[in-house]
Every structure is written in structure tokens, then in C-alpha cells.
């Protein structure tokens, strides 16, 4: 939501700060992030702040932007690459959700994104649903794929998309990304899920 064009460093350097300052302990209650620390952080002016955000609402929700749009890059990937069969598909496309957990950085933008801070910025709700759709599209093409070819008899791509996308939140929320097992089974037991869902059978 860039309103000027500025400098592409300048608005880096005030989101990463942004994300340093979301990101310290989680501690209950949890004061809210003043304005002056993320400038102090990313060592700008106000001025310059606002050469790139009408708000710190704006802000916050360009953090999401930019997470969703990480995801969607690297699912889309996966549809557009179209390797293998139908189901390695989605198995491929389920591993790189997952993958994002193996990886410290995009750990703690999700957390950061999913703070409680930032889903109370106006208009977050909204995003988050474009957000979600957005990597769903991918999803529901791979699983066209699977219908039309006969692999996924049962499919109805569109909404499977939403079902098993939402499936995934769920259980990413729920499993602790240092528990390298845990995650692999929850990988697992999503895509023997999820191909069950569509008629086909999981590979032994």
C-alpha cells in the first residue's frame, strides 16, 4: 500500500524493523509497539514513514501482504511446475506450506503476523481472507488437474481448495515447529487427508 515511491530501502528497512520489534518475547499482557520504537529501529524519520504508510494500520498490513504473497509465490510454484502426478502435486504443494515451518525467518513472520497486535489493524480480516484465497487458487488447479485426469474422482476443486487450506492453518497452528517429528507426521496425516477427500488413495 506504497504511496510515494520513496526509496525501496528506506520502506525494507522500516518493515524489518517493524518485524524486530514484534518479535521479542511473548509476554502476557503485552504492551502494544509504540510508533517512535519501529522509527528508531529502522533509523527513519516520520516523514519518511509516511512517504510509504498512511498508518501503522497500514503497516501491519503490509506485513501480511508481503507474507501472503511469499506464500502464494512459492504454491504457485509448485501448481505451474505441475511435476509428477496429480497427488505428488499435492503432496508437493502441502510439503512447501510446511516447509515454511522448517525455516526460522518465515517462523517468526508468521507468528508476528498472526500477533494479536497486528490482527487487530483495521481492515487485517479482509486481507487475510484475499490472503488465503490467493494461495488456495493453486490448490484448487491441482486439484482440477487431479478430476479431469480421473486420479481425484470425489474432487470439487474450488471448495476442497478452502477446506483442506483451512486444514492446514489448523494444524500448523496446533504443532510446535521444533518438533521436527511432529511436523513430518502432521504433513503426513494432512495429505492422507486430503487425498482421501478426493477419492484418491495414498501412496504406501
Known amino acids: 500500500m506504497q504511496i510515494d515511491a520513496g526509496s525501496d530501502e528506506e520502506r525494507r528497512r522500516i518493515i524489518d524493523a517493524t518485524y524486530l520489534c514484534l518479535s521479542g518475547p511473548s509476554e502476557s499482557p503485552r504492551k502494544p509497539v509504540k510508533m517512535s520504537a519501529i522509527l528508531r529501529a529502522a533509523g527513519v524519520s516520520s516523514r519518511a514513514f509516511y512517504r510509504h504508510f498512511r498508518s501503522k494500520d497500514d503497516l501491519f498490513l503490509a506485513l501480511l501482504q508481503q507474507g501472503a504473497d511469499e506464500i502464494a509465490a512459492r504454491v504457485e510454484r509448485v501448481a505451474a511446475a505441475a511435476a509428477g502426478s496429480p497427488a505428488d502435486q499435492l503432496a508437493a504443494w502441502i510439503g512447501a506450506i510446511f516447509d515454511l515451518m522448517a525455516d526460522p525467518r518465515q517462523r517468526m513472520q508468521m507468528a508476528v503476523i498472526d500477533s494479536e497486535e497486528v490482527r487487530s489493524a483495521v481492515g487485517y480480516r479482509d486481507m487475510r481472507?484475499?490472503?488465503?484465497?490467493?494461495?488456495?487458487?493453486?490448490?484448487?488447479?491441482?486439484?482440477r488437474r487431479g478430476r479431469d485426469a480421473g486420479s481425484f474422482p470425489l474432487a470439487d476443486p474450488d471448495h476442497d481448495a478452502v477446506a483442506i487450506s483451512a486444514v492446514v492453518s489448523r494444524i500448523m497452528s496446533g504443532v510446535a515447529p521444533e518438533d521436527v517429528q511432529a511436523v513430518k507426521l502432521a504433513e503426513s496425516r494432512l495429505l492422507d487427508f486430503a487425498l482421501r477427500a478426493v477419492g484418491a488413495v495414498a501412496a504406501e
Not at 129 to 140: P, T, Y
Open 129 to 143: 481472507e484475499r490472503s488465503h484465497e490467493s494461495r488456495e487458487r493453486s490448490l484448487a488447479e491441482i486439484l
